[in-house]
């Protein structure tokens, strides 16, 4: 089976722009959820997608949304964003029934 | 909300063992699991312990008591790959509802010839 993918892996913007990170889940999972990892707070939850409906959000400010698609593929935006933003933005799938979460490969977004 | 602590950094000889210990403070604990992740790379998954006792997959074992909210990783027969940072995360909530994870900051692990 095919692991999780992110597009773009790499993405470079300008402070004030707005940013879509797509996420495709393992086939067969439909729970998604994104993290924030950055150097100084580590990994954070963002928030969780199931079955197209968001299950739980961090603390994060309302300018992160999300959404998920019914193959349960999964963006994530961010508008005005600051500098502050620039991190490396992990995504994970689960199978139903299973707890276990599977990361992407990551979008490293540098805010400029 | 939870607090999680794991040391900040280790080092270790290769062929050796070393534990990694991880300890946390939680509301509603629903499971605790170990990632490993090599720099630049994305966490990948190794242990998840729900229940107290050991759980050994190969070279790796972890370790929870639930009633003392702790938990260890511990990897044996050491290899320079195996020089990478620690994520302890818990999950709270019941079972089939929002799979949050809370991770710690990591534990940099360096194996040394």
């Known amino acids: 089976k095919a692991g999780v993918t992110q597009t773009p892996r790499y993405l470079i913007k300008t402070r004030g722009q707005q940013v879509t990170l797509s996420c495709s889940p393992i086939?067969?999972?439909?729970?998604v959820s994104w993290y924030q990892q950055t150097p100084g707070q580590g990994l954070q939850f963002l928030f969780e997608?199931?079955?197209?409906?968001?299950?739980n959000k961090g603390n994060f400010p309302g300018r992160f949304s999300g959404r998920q698609f019914s193959n349960s593929r999964s963006e994530m935006n961010v508008s005005t964003l600051e500098l502050g933003d620039s991190a490396l933005y992990l995504c994970?799938?689960?199978?139903?029934?299973?707890?276990?979460?599977?990361f992407g490969p990551g979008t490293r977004l540098l805010v400029l | 909300g939870q607090n999680i602590d794991q040391p900040t950094e280790m080092t270790a000889t290769e062929g050796a063992i070393v534990q990694i210990n991880c300890t946390y403070q939680?509301?509603?604990?629903?499971?605790l699991f170990w990632y490993q992740q090599h720099a630049g790379e994305a966490p990948t998954f190794l242990s998840y312990?729900?229940?107290?006792g050991l759980e050994e997959k190969g070279r790796f074992s972890s370790f929870l008591s639930r009633s003392k909210g702790y938990s260890y990783l511990l990897l044996k027969e050491l290899q320079m790959k195996d020089s990478a940072s620690y994520l302890c995360?818990?999950?709270?909530?019941?079972?089939?509802?929002?799979?949050?994870?809370?991770f710690g900051s990591g534990t940099q692990l360096t194996v040394l010839p």
């Open positions: 994970a799938s689960s199978a139903p029934g299973s707890e276990t979460q599977y």
């Open positions: 086939s067969g999972h439909r729970s």
């Open positions: 997608y199931f079955s197209e409906t968001q299950r």
């Open positions: 939680t509301s509603g604990f629903n499971g």
């Open positions: 312990n729900v229940l107290d």
């Open positions: 995360a818990v999950r709270e909530g019941s079972s089939g509802s929002a799979r949050q994870l809370t």
